[in-house]
């Protein structure tokens, strides 16, 4: 049976908890819960060790973060099968997130090297002549990571590197649907070197832990990847701490009447189905031109079509299950409810278990909760627009703003959509399903809080410390 790791050891655990393969709803693993105790000793356990962490050079942290980064890749194939076995992934995907969560690493460890302040001009004010100076970061403190089921291991790795990196200790609480591969990335880092006092993973319910972990004094961050609602009850409960939420989204791509339609259509399904739809800058809504909508409807359909849905451990297969059947059903009812409203299903809806068919819904009503809410499973809507103000419109009409695409080769309207879109981040000439790791990531509204990507978060992981030399005497 897997377990916390605590102080750098396998803890037993009050409770347990099975993990189930999302494809067939086998057993996985057992894995044994934290309770409120080893949660106290973990915060306990952090404070002893900020000292230590703290003092570390910015080499040593490097090496450390270096190392955990070959292990990630060395060990490729062996973690790409936990990510399989409990999330549901193609093993295609999950070998690009154990890359991806071994870059992320190799970031944060160019970011440990070089992480400073910056001079500053105390002469610049009448009052600050005969002064020099400059700025240090420092560590803040303990960060408590609660990560997602959909990205297990680099979402971790998005928390975990840059605190870090920082010179933070860290608490990982993962999703409790795929808590194998964080317990596996704590038990990397500790072999590599990190001081055991400074790294701890506390699987179990967010019902029973998780108001333990945000409330605490002792952690001086949240950084938290889920949903909306959860996001509200953390930003409740953690008091005069700091917080980085990367929260929901229903994702707005525009294709206008310039676009490369065959490159467009790719993308577009590509993005909306990857992992079963179940990714927060997944695709879904596309507002194309009137003018090219229903020949980019019939060519998304073509390449929906393509698609192989079924095993994710067969290297052929494009599309795996969702992540649970209560979460199935729950999607495969929205998108009931958009037929019911008027909307076309002009392929798939169907379900099966976990397997649901990509689905592909023209000209659904604004009212439907697969235009207003985050779909989180292979969905995509297509609406068509007149003008440009109306598509900008469109992407706008959400209480989310993570992040916005545009498919376009007119550079005023490429533009316009930088400047219009109200999201964190637009990607043209692409889906907003586009990240690399070390980008500043993190959207406005109800899409979250802070930004991700290690330089940016790392700047949330520490504080800024003056120091002034008075050399001037009267």
Known sequence: MLGPIVGGKKRDGETSFEVLRPFDGTAYEEVASAGAALIDEAFALSEEARGAIK?????????????????????????????????????????????????TFMFAAEEARRLGGEVIPFDAAANGVGRQGFSLKVPIGTIVAITPFNFPLNLAAHKIAPAMAA??????????????????????????????????????????????????????????????????????????????????????????????LDFAAERIVRGGFALAGQVCISVQRVIAHRAIFEDLVARCVKVALGMKVGDPMEETTDMGPMIDEKAAAAFHARVKEAAGLGGKIVTGGGLDGTLHEPTIITSIPREAALWREEAFGPVIVMNPYDTFEEAVEAVNDSKYGLQGGIFTANVDEAFQ??????????????????????????????????????????????????????????
Not at 61 to 80: C, H, M, Q, T
Not at 428 to 448: A, C, I, L, Q, W
């Open 55 to 103: 003092a570390m050079t910015r080499k040593e942290r490097a090496d450390v973060l270096s190392k955990v980064s070959a292990r990630l890749a060395e060990g490729r194939e062996r973690i790409a099968a936990i990510l399989v076995s409990e999330a549901g992934k193609t093993i295609r995907e999950a070998r690009t997130e154990v890359d991806r969560a071994a870059n």
């Open 167 to 260: 010179g933070n200790p860290f608490i990982l609480k993962p999703a409790s649907q795929t808590p194998v591969s964080g317990i596996e990335l704590v038990r990397i880092i500790l072999e590599c070197g990190w001081p055991a006092g400074g790294a701890h993973v506390v699987p179990g319910r967010g019902g029973a832990i998780g108001d333990a972990l945000v409330s605490d004094a002792r952690g001086a961050m949240v950084t938290f990847t889920g949903s909306a609602e959860i996001g509200k009850r953390i930003s409740s409960l953690a008091g005069y701490k700091r917080i980085a939420m990367e929260l929901g989204s229903n994702s707005a791509v525009v294709v206008t009447d310039t676009a490369d």
């Open 417 to 474: 959509a930088v400047n219009r879109f109200d999201v964190g981040g637009v990607i043209v000439n692409d889906v907003p399903t586009f990240r690399v790791d070390h980008m500043p990531y993190g959207g406005v509204k109800e899409s979250g809080i802070g930004r991700e990507g290690l330089k940016y978060a790392i700047e949330e992981m520490t504080e800024e410390k003056l120091v002034c030399f008075n050399f001037w005497k009267p």
